[in-house]
């Protein structure tokens, strides 16, 4: 048991070296886990991430043999194993990913196809319910929401919010940022979706986010806020 905990942990330092921009020491951490637990496969793609990897690297290798063993433990089997696909669309876009920085392009595109095809079955995107939701959201947080609500929250000048469209370089200025000494690269919290949830529970039944940020008063916006400072300032170890 503590053995698993010291992998986790190591992947969760990887996580955390790579936001902070320390990317030679996140590798590092990666590896580790890897070489005591072969199976933790999203590390694999976390760890093709890290840089541009050349032809000769043996990390390839590595994925093909786990994807290899996947493949053919999902010809033999009569159901559906929901964790193996995870695993094989993380080995897909990881083999993917260091095939393209070997220039090995069709190779690159035939296992990027391979592992969105899974992500499409897998997760069944519904444009037009995806079109409702945000059309949902630009009505409730429009100007007047905004300007009724002036000085709700915190105050403190602690947080810098990273803003942007998937794929725009969010991550990498974050990385920049927490380059520096004084700045900490947080990642992405979870806490904006349990803020979210707790809207919900005060709104009561048949009143769901976001509607339910409307009836968010001021003194537990409040207290919303400051224990979300409160916990980057943990994070940041104040």
Do not use: W
């Not at 000769?56 to 043999?65: T, Y």
């Amino acid at each position: 048991r503590l053995q698993r905990c010291n992998k986790l942990g190591l992947e969760l330092l990887g996580s955390t070296l790579a936001s902070m921009g320390r990317m030679p020491e996140a590798e590092a951490a990666y590896l580790r886990v890897l070489d005591a637990r072969p199976e933790q496969d999203s590390v694999y793609r976390m760890l093709s991430r890290m840089r541009k990897f050349s032809g000769d690297d043996d990390l390839l290798e590595r994925i093909e043999r786990r994807l290899e063993k996947l493949l053919a433990e999902e010809r033999e089997s009569t159901r559906e194993d929901p964790a193996r696909t995870d695993s094989l669309i993380e080995l897909l876009f990881a083999a993917a990913k260091l095939c393209d920085d070997a220039a090995a392009y069709e190779r690159a595109f035939s296992l990027y196809a391979q592992a969105n095809a899974r992500v499409a079955v897998q997760r069944r995107f519904a444009a037009a319910r995806h079109a409702a939701t945000v059309e949902e959201h630009v009505r409730v947080f429009d100007a007047g929401f905004l300007a009724d609500r002036h000085g709700y929250g915190s105050s403190s000048d602690v947080p810098v919010l990273i803003v942007g469209m998937p794929r725009s370089g969010t991550t990498l200025m974050e990385q920049m940022l927490a380059a520096h000494p004084k700045v900490l690269g947080a990642g992405e919290l979870p806490d904006l979706h349990v803020i979210a949830e707790i809207t919900q529970r005060r709104a009561g039944a048949g009143c769901a986010y976001p509607q339910s940020v409307r009836k968010l008063d001021r003194e537990t916006a409040a207290a919303l806020g400051t224990r979300y400072v409160e916990r980057l300032m943990r994070e940041a170890g104040f």
